[in-house]
């Protein structure tokens, strides 16, 4: 089944830093979706993807969509300690057996220190 | 406005007791998922409905695994018998049929089985 590999599990940062986070796949996605959970709550929507190589920002956010469609990448300028929690990749299936179906990477657990 | 409810929000029984999960969807929304979380196998898709039919059942661990739809506006996942291998958080998920890049989640349910 499809895949996607999620790096790096965790990062440790100060306060200020920019932070980079990237997912590659297995196969190809024509949707790429950057979710954020906090403790005790569901995935949140930050960023979603359509085209291969489309570049979007959301405030401090900024994803990109591969152009191979396979990758995407996620930095966030200026990190703030609200910035802390699990971010997860996400690939929309758009066809076959995968259709309507999102297939999530492992996640990216971010602690900022004050 | 309401987003997704789920309740209980925790849930302990001891192995071999049904459980039973419940979910609302944002109203208007025509689409429901049902996701695990665990640590080792992250988020994984159990089912979907449309338009309260379900679509694709294929991540449904075992028969011991049901779930059903009998309005827009209310869903269940029932585990009978549990087994502590089924300890998890349970999220509930919705959004318009067709607009799966823009799913919303519930807050999840922690369910414990001894």
């Known amino acids: 089944g499809q895949q996607l590999n999620q790096s790096p599990q965790s990062m440790f940062i100060q306060e200020g830093e920019d932070v980079s986070m990237n997912c590659t796949s297995s196969s190809i996605f024509n949707t790429w979706l950057w979710y954020k959970q906090e403790p005790g709550e569901g995935p949140v929507l930050l960023i979603a993807l359509y085209k291969a190589g489309e570049l979007t920002s959301n405030g401090r956010l900024t994803a990109q969509f591969g152009i191979t469609r396979k990758d995407s990448f996620l930095n966030i300028s200026a990190s703030i300690p609200s910035d802390v929690g699990i971010y997860f990749c996400a690939g929309l299936g758009t066809g076959g057996t995968s259709y309507g179906k999102l297939t999530f990477g492992q996640g990216t657990i971010l602690t900022v220190h004050p | 406005d309401a987003g997704v409810i789920q309740s209980p929000r925790h849930e302990v029984t001891e192995m071999g007791q049904e459980v039973t999960l419940r979910c609302k969807p944002i109203s208007g929304h025509n689409s429901l998922f049902w996701y695990r979380q665990t640590m080792m196998r992250g988020l994984e898709l159990l089912i979907y409905?449309?338009?309260?039919?379900?679509?694709?059942d294929s991540g449904m661990p075992e028969d011991r695994f049901s779930a059903k739809m009998p309005n827009a506006s209310f869903s269940t996942l029932k585990i009978q018998p549990s087994e502590p291998r089924d300890s998890a958080v349970y999220f509930c998920?919705?959004?318009?049929?067709?607009?799966?890049?823009?799913?919303?989640f519930g807050p999840g349910t922690r369910l414990t089985v001894l």
């Open positions: 998920a919705s959004s318009l049929v067709g607009s799966y890049n823009e799913q919303f």
């Open positions: 409905f449309n338009n309260n039919v379900p679509i694709d």
